[in-house]
């Protein structure tokens, strides 16, 4: 795929220290409905409010508004990029106004062809402490793809139709994120990837129908349903992956069953029913 040796990034690491920030977590906990609700604690997820990777000078930002490639993140010649997943492990809880490191080292990049032409998939490894305790490891990984022509009239599309409740599942909850929220937690996540803002360049450009929904924030949004259903439980694991994309004012479905003790699969499924992001949670009680 590419002249540069990208396996020689495998094994880089880079550290990071920021201060767990309690106003942060509270405004998370708005954009979640929990209206008035002061965080006490991070949510399981909240390590995602601070190091930001698109925290550079704006010279340093390429034309999809991300952090440009080179340096320590490998230049994998691909200029597409998405969340594919991760793999959570939740060891303690993170307070505000803990100090917060994250070593972060790259596991591995893997070089593959797909349907819709080569893929590259890196493997980030973050361990965050709190005030020196291990509070997560999340497993990240980035999917890079070409930039696939963008066919005439394809570009602008109405949002896809509403579906019915899926059925088999234990508990749903109905959630249609718009342009508000997808602007909000660009803002609060600091990611100023255009695909997520910017309507004539995620459609002319890159050829997505509309806003690209987040995927962690969809993430987000599932393992919250899922916490809010069962409020006992305590949550060591999520893993979840990205199947296909979702756009804002599109309906979707957070659904979720238990399948063994302390084991929950969990879906978010668009119109249509296509699942978007296919997860498992792992609690204790």
Known sequence: MSETNLQDWVG???????????ERATRLATLLGH?????????????????????????ELGADGHAALGG?????????????????????????????????????????????????????????TADGTLATTDRHTIVYREANPVPDGSAVKPPRSDSPVPEGWDWNRLIRPNEVM???YSALTFNSHRIHYDH????????????????PLTATLLLDAFMSTHPEAA??????????????????????????????????????????????VTTKS
């Open 235 to 280: 949550v060591t694991e999520y893993r979840f992956t990205a199947k296909s994309p979702l756009f804002a004012n599109e309906q979707i479905h957070l659904v979720g069953r238990d399948t063994e003790p302390g084991v929950h699969e969990l879906r978010a499924i668009a119109p249509g029913g296509k699942t978007a992001i296919a997860a498992t």
């Open 200 to 215: 004539p360049y995620v459609t002319e450009v890159e050829g997505y129908p509309g806003l690209v929904t987040h995927g």
């Open 72 to 128: 320590f993140m490998p230049p994998v010649p691909l200029p597409r990029r998405m969340w594919a997943g991760s793999d959570l492990t939740f060891h303690a809880p993170i307070l505000p106004g803990q100090s917060i490191d994250r070593r972060t080292t790259i596991e591995s990049i893997t070089e593959k062809t797909g349907s819709t032409g080569p893929l590259c998939f890196v493997v980030l490894r973050h361990e965050i």
């Open 182 to 184: 997808l602007f909000r």
């Open 35 to 59: 209206d008035g609700d002061k965080a006490a604690l991070l949510f399981p997820l909240g390590h995602w409010l601070h190091f930001s990777e698109d925290d550079v000078p704006m010279s």
């Open 12 to 22: 880089r690491s880079a550290t990071a220290t920021e201060t767990a920030d309690g």
